[in-house]
Structures are given as structure tokens and as C-alpha cells.
């Protein structure tokens, strides 16, 4: 088990933005808290140390190389969880626990079930999500 | 297939590629045919359990409305685990149904498979016979684990007796398998196996 959280803490920072860092943490963390899955202290364990490892991460990227990131940081907002291209190229939308994805793949997933498709929030009514306007738009 | 699931799936598969965990060997991804709707997993067994030093292959089927359903996952490696069917090698894992996210992809799902053999859940159970080992007699489970993992999945501990208890029914005529599962039913006892064979 041990390895397996370093490798997907490693994994996570040198494949992901900032953005989906915190999406896939959130994913965890909601994943542990439904009852039915693994309530085991074991992995309440694992999800503490993957929230602290990711914290860590992010601090030490908006510290370490603030300059170097930040402009990438602000044009690229990651992929779409749903179908994995970048973000901005299409017409984006978030949800009110704020996750991010192409309008038109929120909309299929929402079809689907009416819960955020990143931390599975349920999601009703018109204030569910919105769109995202960047000012280069 | 749909177009976002097949585009979906390439992204992921190139994903999984370049993961620390394929690098590592804990997991791997294998395309089975051309159209991406059938791929073949593999994890390793995770240290410190019974299934350490096995490699088990799963096979993977997305489905046309893939992310929005999840993948349909089943173990071909035969494994005995409370959540896993020794039989058919469904597994009950709530991600792989009703707490399925968009946004979980096929390596963060062979992640939990691995964790799932790390930590069972005996209490929501897939398969029951194994279930009620697992609480009522852990060591034996743990021995018959280890000798499922020896021999299906290339696990490293022999377990001599257990073998020699296999090769006595098949002397009687069964098949090799059929006489594993029966006396792993009935805790390795000899008697009760071959009274339930033969009934
Ligand atoms: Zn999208
Ligand atoms: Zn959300």
C-alpha cells in the first residue's frame, strides 16, 4: 500500500494541472466518506495522506516556481474530466461545488444522473451549474 | 462506439501508460481488439496479503455510453476473496456500480481493484462461502488464499497439504478445480468435500 500512494502522489503532480489536482482530491475524499466503501480506518489513513501529500504539492507549487508557473497556470485550466481535452477550447460550465467540464459533456452527464460527475454531489434545479465566461472570450 | 468513449478510452490507455504504477509493474492495460471496446487489466497482488506475488488479469469491457457508465470489470484470474466471486470472478466494488463517477478512469479504478484486495469488506460480500471464512476461520482463509494466489495466479507459497488434500479427490475421478473449490468450501476438510462431491 505504501508504494502505491507515493506512485499516485508522483503520478498526479507531473501529469496534472493544479486544477485537476484538486478535482482528484476531492474525488478521494468523497469516495471515502460514502458509507459503503472501504470504511476501514486503512483507508481513511490512505485519503488523509493523499489530501496532505497533494496539499503539500500544490504549496510547493505556488511557492517554489511561482513565476515560471503562473502564466501556464492561467491560459491552461487542465483537461475535462469527462472526455480528457483541454478546457477553453469549447464552452465550459461549472457546478455549484465548482468543478469544471465542457459544457456539452456536463450536460450528457447530467442526463445520465443529476450528480457532479467529479464528486458526485447531487445536482438539481437551474442553479446546479452555470457557465464559465473567460475574459478572452 | 460512441465517439467521446472510444476518444475517452485512447486518452486514458495513453494515460495509464506513462503512469508510475505501469513503470512500477503494480498494474498494466492491454488492448484486446481494434474498436477499444475491450481491454485487459493487470494487477499485481499487494504486499503483506495473501495474493502477494500473484498477478491477476482482469478483463475490462466499456460499455457504449462509457464514462457516463462505468467499465464492467471481472477478475479471470481465479482468486478467493470475500468480494470477489470464485466462481465467475465478478467483483463487488461500489465504484464499479451505483457510486461510478465521469470522472474515475480505468487506472484509478485498477487501483481500488488492488485496495480491495488489500482491504475486503466481509460484510458486503460477493461471495458468501468465502465470506464466512474470512470472519469465522481468518487463518484458513489466509492459507487458502495464498494457495489460490500458488496456483492461479503464480503466487510464490506452496502449501503442500492443500495439494495433496486436491490430488486425493482427483484420484476419485473430479476435475482438479471442482475438487479445490469443495474443499475450500469445506475448510479443507477431506470428509465433508468428497460427501458434498459425491452427493
Ligand atoms: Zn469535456
Ligand atoms: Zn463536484
Known amino acids: 500500500m505504501g508504494n502505491n500512494i507515493e ?38 489513513c490512505v485519503a488523509k495522506k493523499h489530501s496532505q501529500a497533494l496539499t503539500a ?37 461549472s457546478t455549484n461545488c465548482g468543478h469544471v467540464f465542457c459544457s456539452n459533456c456536463l450536460e450528457q452527464s447530467l442526463k445520465f444522473e443529476k450528480r457532479c460527475p467529479t464528486c458526485r454531489k447531487y445536482l438539481k434545479g437551474k442553479l446546479a451549474y452555470h457557465p464559465l465566461y473567460l475574459s478572452s472570450d | 462506439m460512441a465517439n467521446i468513449a472510444a476518444k475517452r478510452i485512447k486518452r486514458e490507455f495513453k494515460e495509464v501508460m506513462k503512469s508510475e504504477e505501469v513503470a512500477g509493474g503494480d498494474i498494466k492495460l492491454e488492448l484486446v481488439n481494434d474498436c477499444w471496446t475491450e481491454l485487459q487489466g493487470e494487477i499485481s497482488g499487494p504486499p503483506d496479503t495473501p495474493y502477494e506475488g500473484g498477478t491477476f488479469l482482469l478483463e475490462i469491457k466499456v ?10 470489470i471481472r477478475f479471470m484470474t481465479k482468486i478467493w476473496h470475500p468480494n ?25 479504478v485498477l487501483l481500488s481493484i488492488q485496495a480491495l484486495l488489500s482491504a475486503a469488506e466481509p460484510n458486503d460480500p460477493q461471495d458468501a462461502v468465502v465470506a464466512k471464512q474470512y470472519k469465522e ?49 469445506y475448510d479443507w476438510e477431506l470428509e465433508r468435500a468428497t460427501e458434498q462431491l459425491f452427493c
Open chain 1, 7 to 44: 506512485d499516485d502522489v508522483i503520478d498526479l503532480t507531473s501529469s496534472f494541472t493544479l486544477v485537476d489536482q484538486r478535482g482528484l482530491a476531492n474525488v478521494i475524499i468523497d469516495l471515502v466518506s460514502e458509507d459503503s466503501f472501504n470504511s476501514s480506518l486503512q483507508t481513511k
Open chain 1, 57 to 93: 504539492c500544490i504549496e510547493k507549487n505556488s511557492s517554489g516556481s511561482q513565476k515560471k508557473e503562473e502564466p501556464r497556470i492561467l491560459k491552461k485550466f487542465g483537461d475535462c474530466p469527462i472526455c480528457m481535452e483541454e478546457l477553453g477550447k469549447c464552452p465550459m460550465s
Open chain 2, 63 to 72: 460499455p457504449e455510453t462509457y464514462p457516463f457508465n462505468p467499465p464492467k
Open chain 2, 84 to 108: 470477489v466471486s470464485s466462481a465467475t470472478g465478478a467483483i463487488c466494488l461500489d465504484i464499479l456500480k451505483d457510486q461510478w463517477a465521469a470522472a474515475l478512469t480505468l487506472r484509478t
Open chain 2, 137 to 185: 476461520n481468518h487463518e484458513l482463509f489466509e492459507m487458502t488464499a495464498k494457495h489460490w494466489t500458488n496456483i492461479y495466479a503464480g503466487g510464490p507459497t506452496c502449501i503442500c497439504e492443500f495439494n495433496q488434500k486436491v490430488q486425493r479427490i482427483q484420484d476419485m475421478g473430479i476435475d482438479e478445480h471442482q475438487a479445490r473449490v469443495a474443499l475450500s468450501t
